[in-house]
């Protein structure tokens, strides 16, 4: 039977070589022919989508790069302090004595009439009144202690546990750990959460280990935390001090 087909297609062809007219090709034809051009299709489109796909992997795969640094905070609610005073601590105040001018006018002094200066001025009772003397700050000694404002620094208490802001505090410089050679030697490997202290301006203030796999680790974590620098974190327009946490993770390239 195909035969037949076959050499009655071949007749019409030849007839349209011959006089120029189209052989008639209709739904036998189509279903003679559709399986092998449909699978053909098929496996075109097959082959275009693996390339596809294969290049976006092998690309990923060449341009992998280390997970950028997460800040957490892990915090339960058995740690929160209590939320902070709606009225506000109120600061210590400290003697701070004043920086204390000099007098311009001159004391009398007894001196023989010989030597008296015409040009002496001498201070009267009201500008003699008017010179302030130095502010001391006594001690539960018997010793008084003069206290200029240069030597008074004002210690900054440290944040509750939460602190709530408006935008969280972005790392700017990060600094990478050293590995300990005895870790490494010991093929040691972990991650270490350090809660660090960001005041105002950003700085880092204190940084505690909160959570460690290994002690090993503890001590170059909290040093390189040390020397992070953030952008402050904002409350109502303006900084505020707050805790964030950092992990610091030990691998080793294997």
């Not at 209590?82 to 003697?95: D, E, F, I, K």
């Not at 006018?105 to 008017?130: C, D, H, W, Y």
Request: hydrophobic fraction near 40%; aromatic fraction near 10%; proline fraction near 9%.
């Amino acid at each position: 039977m195909k035969t037949k087909k076959r050499k009655e297609g071949g007749r019409e062809m030849s007839k349209f070589q011959e006089t120029g007219q189209r052989p008639l090709y209709g739904a036998p034809e189509l279903k003679r022919v559709y399986r092998k051009y449909f699978l053909f299709g098929f496996g075109i489109a097959i082959f275009i989508h693996l390339i596809i796909l294969g290049s976006y992997y092998l690309v990923q795969a060449f341009q992998k790069e280390e997970a950028p640094m997460v800040t957490v905070r892990i915090l339960k609610y058995s740690e929160l302090g209590p939320p902070p005073s709606l009225l506000g601590a109120q600061t210590p105040q400290a003697n701070i004595a004043g920086s204390v001018a000099k007098p311009r006018v001159g004391i009398p002094v007894p001196v023989p009439e010989a030597e008296v200066s015409s040009e002496q001025i001498f201070a009267t009772q009201k500008e003699l009144g008017s010179i302030i003397s130095p502010i001391t700050a006594t001690g539960g000694g018997t010793e008084s202690i003069v206290v200029s404002p240069e030597e008074v620094k004002v210690e900054e208490e440290s944040p509750p546990e939460f602190v709530p802001y408006e935008k969280e505090p972005i790392v700017v410089r990060s600094v990478r750990p050293e590995y300990p050679e005895l870790a490494r030697r010991a093929s040691l490997e972990g991650t270490v959460w350090v809660k660090i202290w960001v005041d105002k301006e950003g700085k880092p203030r204190k940084a505690v280990v909160a959570k460690s796999d290994a002690e090993i680790f503890n001590e170059v974590s909290a040093k390189a935390a040390m020397q992070f620098v953030f952008t402050p974190a904002l409350m109502n327009n303006g900084p505020v001090a707050v805790w964030v946490m950092i992990p610091f993770r030990f691998t080793l390239k294997k």
